[in-house]
């Protein structure tokens, strides 16, 4: 990954238009996963890594100023109204989620973005394909959606625990062996088929390691104020950490495309999964390229005679 020797310019390049695009996409660059490739999880993306010599007190400034860039393009996003963005965000358990989300989308509008949390599914989504219910929940145009979990546990979950796919009243020509596959196809050209209806998808994992994830289990059953975030399934999980690492190698592997790439972000250190979840999402929004539409050609060239009412109004009054 770049290194970054220095915060105060980078913040500073990053007000130049024309400056942007080059540094957030050299940032992330690393954690594309190229399509085609192979990833073997953890071996293939270091989850510690932090930036070099980038300090927590660095990435607080840059996090700030990729919030505002944030800000600034979901705006226009909304004002354009031509494109909608989804973020699919994938983790295990502890890998900080909720709090990327929180920070990352901290300074937005809460009116253009909408989260959507997916738990196991219900009775009235299981009598459906499972891309039924994420399908209900994609963002509008002039909307950023982000899915915190999604439908790739489709096959992460249900691979690693099979009798999932008992409850999904599946046809017999839907199981069996080659399902995996099938289903990794049918995202892809779902994936496909929204991108090129103006909602582009952004996929990111974040990648916490297996040590990782005990300190921060262990934070929550010592710490009073956490003990509400500890569940004792996330003990029972923990013991199929090696199926699920395989299972993320082979769909981010499978699943990588040009129209919609994963980003494989460390998360060992949450202000620099934070950072990079940002320019992820930033990159994204830049690639749209939204910006606030033109008034209609009768309103400009009659915009003096208001601005004229309007004063006359002041004078009026006063």
């Known amino acids: 990954m770049p290194r970054i020797t220095s915060t105060a310019p980078q913040i500073e390049a990053l007000r130049d238009p024309r400056e942007r695009r080059r540094i957030i996409s050299e940032f992330i ?22 930036g070099t010599l980038l300090t927590k007190k660095d ?35 502890a890998a900080g989620k909720d709090g990327t989300i929180r920070h ?26 499972y891309l039924w219910r994420a399908a209900k929940a994609l963002p509008s145009r002039g909307e950023i959606g982000i899915f915190n979990r999604s439908y790739y546990e489709e096959v992460l979950i249900a691979r690693v625990h099979p009798a999932i796919l008992e409850r999904q009243h599946l046809p017999r020509s839907a199981q069996g062996k080659g399902i995996w596959k099938r289903r990794y196809r049918q995202i892809n050209d779902w994936e496909r088929y929204l ?4 909602f582009p998808v952004v996929k990111i994992f974040l990648n916490i390691s297996h040590d990782e994830q005990r300190k921060r289990l262990l934070k929550r059953i010592d710490d009073p104020t956490r003990n509400w975030k500890f569940e004792p399934a996330d003990l029972e999980e923990r013991r199929y950490w090696d199926d699920y690492q395989a ?16 980003y494989v ?20 929004l830049i690639e749209i390229n939204p910006d606030y539409p033109p008034a209609r050609p009768e309103v400009i060239e009659r915009l003096p005679e208001y601005r004229a009412a309007l004063s006359e109004e002041l004078r009026t009054h006063s």
């Open 29 to 50: 660059a690393p954690m594309r996963v190229e399509p085609g490739s192979r990833v073997k999880l953890p071996q293939s993306f270091d989850p510690s890594y932090r």
């Open 59 to 93: 990435g607080e400034a840059l996090l700030t100023a990729g919030v505002g860039m944030l800000s600034e393009f979901q705006a226009k996003l909304a004002a354009q109204n031509e494109y909608g963005l989804l973020v699919v965000l994938q983790a295990m358990d």
């Open 104 to 129: 990352v989308m901290s300074g937005v509008n809460p009116q253009g973005v909408r989260v959507t949390s997916f738990k196991a599914p219900s009775t009235e989504e299981l009598d459906h394909d």
């Open 195 to 198: 991108v090129e209806n103006g």
């Open 247 to 262: 299972a993320y190698s082979d769909l981010i592997t499978a699943t990588s495309t040009d129209l919609a790439p994963w």
């Open 265 to 284: 972000v460390p998360a060992d250190y949450k202000w620099f999964a934070r950072i990079a979840a940002a320019a992820i999402i930033a990159n994204a």
